[in-house]
Nanobody
Framework: VQLQASGGGLVQPGGSLRLSCVVF????????VGWFRQAPGKEREGISY???????YYPDSMKGRVTVTRDNAKNTVSLQMSSLKPEDTAVYYC????????????????????WGQGTQVTVSS
């Protein structure tokens, strides 16, 4: 079982970035997917949670700036970020939780079943 996040990099303030998460070893049909981030010296923060393309949760801090898209046929979840700010600089992780156990509350606690390795996003001029 593996989740592979990619797409991070250096972007200027106000710019956009699209992160991707490909899962191996299980099918997204049976899993909720969350994106998290952790900045140096800060706690990990959940920034999106989705069980389907029609059901996505974003905390107030991210609403309007991120959109998550699932392609279950390709076992891929993408996170489109826009209007990026220097404070968005962090390592971004994708994680998956089986629908047998998944819930928004568990996501908010970071209680996911599988985690990817993270991809660095740096917002700087």
């Amino acid at each position: 079982v593996q989740l592979q996040a990619s797409g991070g990099g250096l972007v200027q303030p106000g710019g956009s970035l699209r992160l991707s998460c490909v899962v191996f070893g299980f099918t997204l049909d049976d899993y909720a997917v969350g994106w998290f981030r952790q900045a140096p010296g800060k706690e990990r923060e959940g920034i999106s949670y989705t069980t389907s393309n029609e059901n996505a949760y974003y905390p107030d801090s991210m609403k309007g700036r991120v959109t998550v898209t699932r392609d279950n046929a390709k076992n891929t979840v993408s996170l489109q970020m826009s209007s990026l700010k220097p404070e968005d600089t962090a390592v971004y992780y994708c994680a998956a939780a089986s629908f047998r156990r998944a819930s928004l509350q568990r996501f908010q606690r970071g209680a996911m079943d599988y985690w990817g390795q993270g991809t660095q996003v740096t917002v700087s001029s």
